[in-house]
């Protein structure tokens, strides 16, 4: 079952606009990353935020983290046609020794020239 | 160049045939991954192997056998493929539970 729920499930905009994309989840969490997906390719890691931090950046992008609301949200600031791709949330949970990552179902982002 | 390798990368195969997925990764990672992505259904989590030695079934194991053969490779079986199999297969190895994970390109794989 996915734990991570993204919103909205697709977005367009300019380029030069800022993307914001958002995730929701259902159980506790030890981390949250966000992972991109060119099409036809694999995933890329972009970013992780542990459970005891609010905020995290890197690069244009931004990512917040409120565990009270069970959400997270990613910034893509001053976006570029190369950041046209497919955006994918992930919930990490750690039991015992096994760490495993649950992902959403994705969320499509095309960038206008 | 370093990160996850898997071959193959395309596969036709006939209801009722086996194949193994191989992946291999050379950054000494501990944990690794196998994942299946279908349209609109996101990843879902097949097997993993936290070290090497152990494996674990994750979300949709049935249908599929696994083996760590060391701290490097982890493949992945289909003993008798079904059209539901039909999907693409992700490899992931990561070197600890707070790091992100590294990908494999992906195997396409359709049943037919």
């Known amino acids: 079952s996915q734990q991570g729920e993204e919103d909205p499930q697709a977005l367009s905009i300019q380029e030069g606009e800022n993307a914001t994309m958002n995730c929701s989840y259902k159980?506790?969490?030890?981390?949250l990353q966000w992972y991109r997906q060119n099409s036809g390719r694999g995933l890329v890691h972009l970013i992780l935020i542990r459970s005891n931090e609010r905020e995290k950046h890197s690069g244009r992008l931004r990512v917040t983290l409120d565990t009270s609301k069970k959400s997270s949200s990613l910034l893509i600031t001053a976006s570029r046609a190369a950041d046209t791709a497919s955006y994918f949330c992930?919930?990490?949970?750690?039991?015992?020794?096994?760490?495993?990552?649950?992902f959403g179902k994705g969320i499509t982002l095309s960038v206008r020239p | 160049n370093a990160g996850v390798t898997q071959t193959p990368k395309f596969q036709v195969l006939k209801t009722g045939q086996s194949m193994t997925l191989q992946c291999a990764q050379d950054?000494?990672?501990?944990?690794m991954y196998w994942y299946r992505q279908d349209p609109g259904m996101g990843l879902r989590l097949i097997y993993y192997?936290?070290?090497?030695?152990?494996?674990d079934k994750g979300e949709v194991p049935n249908g599929y056998n696994v083996s760590r053969l060391n701290k490097r490779e982890f493949s992945l079986r289909l003993e008798s493929a079904a059209p539901s199999q039909t999907s693409v297969y992700f490899c992931a190895s990561i070197a600890s539970w707070q790091s992100g994970y590294t990908f494999g390109s992906g195997t396409r794989l359709t049943v037919v």
């Open positions: 992930a919930t990490g949970s750690l039991t015992g020794a096994n760490s495993k990552l649950t």
């Open positions: 950054m000494n990672h501990n944990s």
């Open positions: 159980t506790s969490i030890n981390n």
């Open positions: 192997s936290a070290s090497e030695g152990t494996t």
